[in-house]
C-alpha cells in the first residue's frame, strides 16, 4: 500500500528547463514536506507546506489539500538542481515518503 | 553543514551483531527523527523523540531502540542484525515535535552487515 505517490520517477532536462514534479496522496495530512537529496546522499528540506503555495528562490511548491495533490516546480532549471526530490506526507505523528524523482539536468 | 552530527559515518559489522548510531541535535532543537533508507524500502520513519521522551513511532522493528539522553543526542541500537538491515540510517532534528518545523538532517550513517 502506497501512501504518496510521486511522479515521474526519472527528468533529464536541459539546462533553463522547467521542471513539474508531482507527488499525490491517499491519507488526510497535517503537512507535506519537500526533501531534496543531493547525488552525495545529504538530505535537505525545501519546504512544508499545510496549504496554499510557497516560493523560495527559483523554487515553487503548490498543495492542494482537496484533491490530495502537491506539485514541486523549478523555474530555469541549473545542473546543481541534479538531485533526488522526495515527498513526505504527515498525518498527524507519521511520516511516509515517496519513492522520490531523480532528476538530470543537463548543461 | 545542517548543524546534526551523526556518527560513525559507516559501519560494517556482521550479522547477529548489535552496533549503535549517535546523532546530536542542532543547538536548541529539542526533537530528534530516526529514519532508514534502504534501496528496496525507501525512505521509512522509525521514531521520533521530544524533550527525552519517546513521541511516535513509524516501523520500527522490535530489534531496535532508542532514546534520548538529558543533553538531547540520541542513539539508535541495532541488534541481531541481519542482512535487510542494511541501509543508511538519517537522523534528523527540529526545534519542537510539530509536524510543521523545518527539519535538519545528518549526513547519515551507511551500515553494511555482511
Known amino acids: 500500500k502506497n501512501e504518496v505517490e510521486q511522479s515521474p520517477q526519472n527528468l533529464t532536462a536541459q539546462e533553463g528547463e522547467f521542471i513539474t514534479i508531482n507527488c499525490s496522496y491517499s491519507?488526510?495530512?497535517?503537512?507535506l514536506h519537500w526533501l531534496q537529496q543531493h547525488p552525495g546522499g545529504g538530505i535537505v528540506s525545501l519546504f512544508m507546506l499545510s496549504s496554499g503555495k510557497k516560493k523560495h528562490g527559483r523554487l515553487i511548491a503548490t498543495i492542494n489539500i482537496q484533491e490530495k495533490h502537491s506539485s514541486l516546480h523549478i523555474t530555469a532549471s541549473h545542473p546543481r538542481d541534479s538531485a533526488v526530490y522526495i515527498c513526505a506526507v504527515i498525518p498527524l505523528d507519521q511520516f511516509y515518503f515517496g519513492t522520490g524523482t531523480s532528476l538530470t539536468v543537463i548543461p | 553543514d545542517s548543524g546534526v552530527t551523526q556518527t560513525p559515518k559507516h559501519l560494517i559489522t556482521a550479522t547477529g551483531q548489535r552496533v549503535t548510531l549517535r546523532c546530536s541535535p542542532r543547538s536548541g532543537d529539542l526533537s530528534v527523527y530516526w529514519y532508514q533508507q534502504s534501496l528496496d524500502q525507501g525512505l521509512q520513519f522509525l521514531i521520533q523523540y521530544y524533550n527525552g521522551e519517546e513521541r511516535a513511532k513509524g516501523n520500527i522493528l522490535e530489534r531496535f531502540s532508542a532514546q534520548q539522553f538529558p543533553d538531547l543526542h540520541s542513539e539508535l541500537n541495532l541488534s541481531s542484525l541481519e542482512l535487510g538491515d542494511s541501509a543508511l540510517y538519517f537522523c534528523?532534528?527540529?526545534?519542537?515535535?510539530?509536524?510543521?518545523?523545518?527539519?535538519?538532517f545528518g549526513p547519515g550513517t551507511r551500515l553494511t552487515v555482511l
Open positions: 534528523a532534528s527540529s526545534v519542537v515535535g510539530s509536524p510543521y518545523n523545518e527539519q535538519f
Open positions: 491519507v488526510g495530512i497535517s503537512a
